[in-house]
């Protein structure tokens, strides 16, 4: 396996990790997409639980380049000197990762992958730049970003009912939540309102619920 520093963006102030393809071509050589991690809320690029270092690693084997780096202002990563919200940065950022890596290894497509937050980033980044070909979003809140708080608390609600319909009171977890009952460890009301007629997800064509 072989692992780089990278240093790119303005004034060479965020910091990466590049874990090279396995094999005698890269993965930028072969056409492959190149996968980026982004930061889950503020653990550094190793990710939570080293879990990003792994992926990382895993992917290469399978033969593509992957980048795994800070935001500015998490791990090794300079905090910026102006004054854009993060919102905003943490998208830029993804696009000076693409550029980095379109000069050095020649990569032209890419996949963006992140976990809570690092899937919103991806997300909105991938909305806004045509190198983005995939999207791996990893327990990404319903709403991205939504600004409008009755639809997120909507969202948020549909959510709660596809948990309680799909999980909570699925029959492997019936026994256990039993416990969590009596404990006063389980919302009883949350489920029972989940129960009742019209409160199912929305279907969907495709036969899937939102």
């Not at 690693?57 to 910026?80: N, P, W, Y």
């Not at 909305?127 to 979003?137: K, P, W, Y």
Request: charged content about 25%.
């Amino acid at each position: 396996m072989i692992e780089t520093v990278q240093r790119f963006g303005s004034a060479a102030r965020l910091v990466g990790v590049l874990t090279e393809a396995s094999g005698p071509r890269s993965a930028g050589a072969e056409g492959r997409p190149t996968v980026i991690l982004l930061n889950s809320g503020l653990i550094h690029r190793v990710g939570p639980n080293r879990l990003y270092v792994q992926m990382a690693r895993e992917v290469a084997r399978a033969g593509f380049d992957c980048l795994r780096f800070d935001f500015s202002g998490i791990g090794d990563s300079s905090v910026r000197t102006d004054s854009l919200p993060f919102v905003e940065s943490g998208v830029a950022e993804t696009s000076e990762a693409m550029d980095h890596l379109a000069a050095g290894r020649g990569a032209s497509r890419f996949i963006l992958a992140g976990l809570c937050s690092g899937g919103y980033f991806a997300f909105r980044a991938g909305c806004r730049d045509e190198r983005v070909v995939g999207l791996a979003l990893l327990n990404v809140r319903g709403h991205l970003g939504s600004e409008d708080k009755e639809e997120q608390d909507e969202l948020e609600a549909r959510a709660m009912r596809v948990h309680y319909r799909r999980v909570a009171l699925s029959s492997s977890y019936r026994w256990k939540n039993v416990g969590k009952v009596l404990r006063g460890e389980f919302d009883v009301k949350g489920a029972l309102r989940s129960l009742l007629p019209g409160s199912a997800p929305e279907e969907r064509g495709d036969g899937r619920t939102d």
